[in-house]
């Protein structure tokens, strides 16, 4: 009988406040999968859940906070954008999470730890420490622009980030400089493999919310109705029910061409059929909408860690920003002329990595 061969494994550290690390986790376990899926073991741990129900009840508070107060979260970002401060609030939650972090290290042993969230890499580092195991520890920054000081681990083996801002800004936090790689915002593959256009279609527009379908949604779908713009809109509604089944029933007596989804796996395909898409400043939506080469129009945006995103698209020329419908209909008006629209495509391609979490996942296996 041959040798049983030992599968290495990768521990993905995440927190499940709001969808995008998770989501950054998800594109590089598919990435790896896709590159050495039968030679690696892999798994994701929402650490505040699984190691402290005390704190996972905070956690848990992000997304009705970010959609009932945006501006109350806007200040307790920036007032703990500060190390002094972090410092304290570590001394507070290591003695609830520590143990159970520790004790989770040791018992699977992985051969290497990938973080994507802001909030656990100190303690992981502790734990690390504690558990007397010589495991590489590689933090994947999911801001791709914006960076919170939380992030800054110098300790870590490899600190992987999306753009040249957010290098610049973790140097300037005190990450060392040779610990850095530009390697992009890792998105699932799919959104890699955009199809060629079609011919002969009515110029489409996807307008989504992020997973939650906030913001002015539905007053946008009606300014674009009355706009009588010769095009097909495509509406993603996420979770939110209500504005889903308002939308259904609109779409019905609507001139303008109108399909509605709830929560939907089919992102990357109803990107695929998109020309322009309207979207809130999330940056796994972004990165997506880039790797898809479509112009994006931003209507909303958190403070903090979102602005940078919102800076992003407008410097690079690669959209534009409006919270307004009726200025967001004419910024439709102005990308749907040719000219316009292929010199937006053409910034894209400058700036997107559509191929972030394949490079990701080859940088993780050099610790393996």
């Given amino acids: 009988m041959g040798k049983k061969i030992t599968k290495k494994k990768i521990l993905y550290l995440y927190s499940d406040t709001g969808g995008g690390h998770r989501a950054s986790a998800n594109a590089i376990m598919n990435a790896v999968e896709q590159l050495r899926g039968s030679q690696i073991e892999q798994e994701k741990i929402d650490v505040f859940c699984e190691c402290s129900k005390f704190l996972n009840v905070f956690a848990r508070l992000y997304g009705p906070v970010i959609?009932?107060?945006?501006?109350?979260?806007?200040?307790?970002?920036?007032?703990?954008?500060?190390?002094?401060?972090?410092?304290?609030?570590?001394?507070?939650?290591?003695?609830?999470?520590?143990?159970?972090?520790?004790?989770?290290?040791?018992?699977?042993?992985?051969?290497?730890?990938?973080?994507?969230?802001?909030?656990?890499?100190?303690?992981?580092?502790?734990?690390?420490?504690?558990?007397?195991l010589d495991i590489p520890f590689v933090l994947v920054i999911t801001d791709p622009v914006t960076l919170h000081r939380a992030w800054i681990v110098p300790g870590v083996d490899e600190c992987l980030v999306a753009t040249d801002q957010a290098k610049q800004l973790a140097i300037k936090y005190g990450?060392?400089?040779?610990?850095?790689?530009?390697?992009?915002?890792?998105?699932?593959?799919?959104?890699?493999?955009?199809?060629?256009?079609?011919k002969n279609k009515l110029f489409t527009i996807l307008l989504m919310g992020g997973?939650?379908?906030?913001?002015?949604?539905?007053?946008?779908?009606?300014?674009?109705?009355?706009?009588?713009?010769?095009?097909?809109?495509?509406?993603?509604?996420?979770?939110?029910?209500?504005?889903?089944?308002?939308?259904?029933?609109?779409a019905k007596s609507s001139a303008l061409p109108t399909e509605i989804y709830g929560f939907t796996d089919k992102v990357p395909e109803i990107m695929a059929e998109s020309d322009i898409i309207i979207t809130k400043a999330g940056p796994g939506t972004i990165a997506e909408a880039m790797a898809m080469?479509?112009?994006?129009?931003?209507?909303?945006?958190?403070?903090?860690?979102?602005?940078?995103?919102?800076?992003?698209?407008?410097?690079?020329?690669?959209?534009?920003?409006?919270?307004?419908?009726?200025?967001?209909?004419?910024?439709?008006?102005?990308?749907?002329?040719?000219?316009?629209?292929?010199?937006?495509?053409?910034?894209?391609?400058?700036?997107?990595?559509?191929?972030?979490?394949?490079?990701?996942?080859?940088?993780?296996?050099?610790?393996?």
């Fill in 175 to 198: 990450m060392p400089a040779a610990k850095i790689r530009v390697l992009g915002l890792p998105i699932h593959p799919k959104f890699a493999l955009r199809q060629p256009a079609k």
């Fill in 211 to 250: 997973g939650e379908g906030i913001g002015k949604m539905g007053e946008i779908v009606e300014a674009l109705r009355q706009s009588n713009i010769k095009a097909k809109l495509i509406v993603i509604a996420g979770r939110n029910k209500k504005l889903e089944k308002k939308l259904k029933t609109v």
């Fill in 67 to 132: 959609n009932y107060s945006p501006k109350m979260w806007g200040l307790l970002y920036y007032w703990l954008d500060d190390k002094r401060k972090l410092s304290q609030l570590e001394k507070i939650a290591g003695p609830l999470i520590l143990p159970e972090l520790t004790r989770m290290i040791k018992q699977k042993k992985p051969d290497v730890i990938v973080s994507v969230h802001p909030m656990v890499n100190h303690l992981t580092l502790k734990a690390l420490k504690a558990s007397k």
């Fill in 293 to 368: 080469n479509l112009p994006i129009i931003i209507t909303d945006w958190l403070p903090g860690q979102e602005e940078g995103n919102v800076e992003f698209v407008v410097k690079e020329n690669i959209g534009r920003v409006s919270r307004e419908p009726d200025k967001v209909v004419e910024i439709v008006k102005e990308f749907m002329v040719p000219a316009r629209l292929a010199e937006l495509k053409q910034n894209i391609k400058r700036v997107s990595r559509p191929q972030a979490a394949l490079g990701i996942a080859r940088e993780i296996f050099s610790y393996l």
